[in-house]
């Protein structure tokens, strides 16, 4: 198992907003954490990396317990946490921004270049030398990946990856992530989206008030309409 979670807690301050969350996320899987706006799933993401302060429980990645390492040594480690809010270096070239994140290879999971990401996210291949900040929010979100990937991460957090953008650029973050996880990458993405994530994940953890609600294959869930209109519907 890449990823186990087992009665994970988060506070921000006073508020408990975590309530023994569990999840498993299996090499070369893709894992949707479906929940509504405020349901949790940044929080979650958040805790995993060790980013939360205040937190309980156990996080088991690869081999190793990190539930009390700090963030650097949980990335050190393989995790790669892309935040929903596209933090790239706007003054710099797409080039530029990939070799920020060049990690050398890592045993056992995929070797990522800038030519192997052009060939996965062929929009960036065609503005190689644009800065960011004259780049699209769905060109943005792609290069915030690519550059995450350029650390050969075994396990990517993905903090919804199709937040705003035009359902063509949807279209292909799909295609993109699909590639991904044929190359053996395993992915947790938080996602609000049903139909998006029926098309890219195996299994689905569905997340309300900070409680599972929900764990399971992703085609058990579309079977339960149930589930999706009392947590998912809006």
């Not at 569990?22 to 979650?44: C, E, F, I, Q, W």
């Not at 935040?83 to 070239?93: A, C, G, K, M, S």
């Amino acid at each position: 198992m890449t990823l186990r979670v087992s009665n994970l807690c988060g506070w921000y301050g006073q508020a408990q907003i975590l309530f023994e969350v569990a999840l498993d996320v299996g090499p070369g899987s893709v894992v949707a954490l479906l929940g509504r706006n405020g349901a949790g799933k940044t929080t979650t993401f958040r805790s995993i990396a060790g980013l939360v302060p205040r937190r309980e429980g156990v996080v088991v990645f690869g081999d190793q317990d990190v539930s009390r390492l700090p963030t650097y040594e949980i990335v050190r480690r393989g995790l790669a946490f892309v935040p929903e809010d596209r933090r790239i270096f706007t003054d710099l070239t797409v080039e530029e921004n990939l070799e920020v994140g060049r990690q050398p290879p890592r045993l056992g999971v995929p070797h990522w270049t800038p030519e192997r990401l052009y060939e996965l996210f062929p929009n960036l291949a065609a503005m190689r030398r644009r800065l960011g900040g004259r780049m699209s929010g769905g060109e943005q979100q792609m290069l915030t990946i690519a550059r995450s990937l350029m650390g050969n991460p075994r396990l990517v957090l993905l903090d919804e990856p199709s937040e705003g953008l035009a359902p063509k650029i949807v279209e292909d973050m799909a295609h993109a992530i699909v590639a991904m996880k044929r190359e053996g990458l395993s992915i947790l993405l938080s996602e609000q989206n049903l139909h998006f994530a029926r098309l890219i994940s195996d299994a689905a953890v569905v997340i309300e008030s900070g409680h599972v609600r929900f764990a399971g294959p992703m085609a058990e869930l579309v079977s339960h309409p149930d589930v999706y209109e009392a947590y998912l519907a809006v």
